[in-house]
């Protein structure tokens, strides 16, 4: 049959030689998209499953492709929970959870709004940890941006190859210190993704302005450079000059692309990149690193939070931590800036009431000239103690906080010398996830023979003992950073000043309640997320405002109702 070299048999166009190419000669993978029929149900932001009514289904082409049920988007949310419950395993959970996202957007937030204190578990803390650990094995689509050193020279490039134009929040992480299980490489993809979700679900920031990004400079993880699954560069990590000059090229094609407006959030870098990176770019960027000033700042609003159980000020208190990384230090500053604030009294003074606990022992002056440079403001005068224990002995704390990502350190000597100093003593155990806590729920109550305000990283069940149910508070950063986010966004910000955080902190405060408090609780329940979260993004919104750091102006006038009508709702729309 002759037909001419523009068309196939049957007189169907073969436009890019598609069907005349042999297998080993070069196409074009080209694509049209219109979003109807199978294209429409394969489209995550707009599928919606068996909830097309019967109109959508003629008119976009799809009756047949679905079976005949309707449901609506409530029905759809109960089958997947009814789903989900049926697995043992957290990380299968997971996995259905990604898929889901994949496969329907809208359904997937809305799931996840609506069962926020089942969920967050899954999609974060603890379970994200292990998603991480085996993100090579568990890989199916890519789910962010991957930009390592082979794109040097050509990030700004990259960035555009993302197929979203208008973003407003970026989520980086270059994977050397996932949680408390330390690098994971390329492998942290897990952590900005899941934050993004959160960012969406709990501070209503749209979906499709969010991007998740990994920065793999390689990794010094030996099992995961011998495991033939794993998916980043197979190359010792670059560090010094070479590292600097690829986030420096990122930072500022971040900012060519998307504006000066757009918020980027550092994530799980290693403490000595972590604090580099906040000094360098806060001048310049709209910098936010979460695992310094989210955790201070959720960490602060539980110390406010529980002073109406322990009594007395801020600056009545004596703090005793036990870890100096960025969690450690970034929670005193915070600390001292509030006291500071609250009493007008000098910052390098309030510092005095805060005591560090590292791996050589407290953190005193006759160790000055060895410190690492964010440690320095911590050394104060004091002769030389070794052991924790010995520490709370001698500095006589009201409050213990472990951020040492180290497990069990918390022992029952150290939390029976807490109770014995303390009516009430505060202890907040919160490396991540739950196997590094630095003593469980159960521990902190039965040692502390029920006299201990207890919140962790990681959450814990209810513990009974001798009578009564104590409900474990988590001083989880997801309290924070969507709703920090969000009023950074709805206010235009430029900048970040720890006096946003500082409001940040106030406003969850002020969240938790009578009832809740009742319970031993220093943090409001998950299931009014979204109001906090408003609350607190009209707060950190009125002091960027009050800074003259917002560009959106005219100030809205009711900050609160501002904020929630700004948040993303995941409910169906209908098609016309």
Known sequence: MAYDNGSVGGGVKDLYGEDSATEDQLITPWSFSVASGSTLLRDPRYNKGLAFTEKERDAHYVRGLLPPAVFTQDLQEKRLMHNLRQYDVPLHRYIALMDLQERNERLFYKVLIENVEELLPVVYTPTVGEACQKYGSIFRRPQGLYISLKEKGKILEVLKNWPEKTIQVIVVTDGERILGLGDLGCQGMGIPVGKLSLYTA???VRPSSCLPITIDVGTNNEKLLNDEFYIGLRQKRATGKEYAELLDE???AVK??????ILV????????????LLDKYSSSHLVFNDDIQGTASVVLAGLLASLKLIGGTLADQTFLFLGAGEAGTGIAELIALEISKQTKAPVEETRKKIWLVDSK???VSSRLQSLQHFKKSWAHEHEPVKELLDAVKAIKPTVLIGSSG??????KEVVEIMASLNKKPLILALSNPTSQSECTAEEAYTWSKGKAIFASGSPFDHVEYEGKVFVPGQANNAYIFPGFGLGLIISGAIRVRDEMLLAASEALAAQVSQENYDKGLIYPPFTNI?????NIAASVAAKTYELGLASHLPQPKDLVKYAESCMYSPSYRSYR
Not at 256 to 261: D, V
Not at 265 to 276: K, R, S, T
Not at 406 to 411: E, I, L, Q
Not at 530 to 534: E, G, L, P, V
């Open 250 to 252: 990122f930072m500022h």
């Open 265 to 276: 959030q550092f994530e799980d870098f290693a403490n000595h990149n972590a604090f580099n």
């Open 530 to 534: 979204r109001k906090i979260s408003a």
């Open 202 to 204: 709990l501070g209503g």
């Open 406 to 411: 180290v497990g069990k350190t918390f022992t």
């Open 256 to 261: 060519q692309n998307y504006g000066e407006k």
């Open 361 to 363: 022992g407290l953190i």
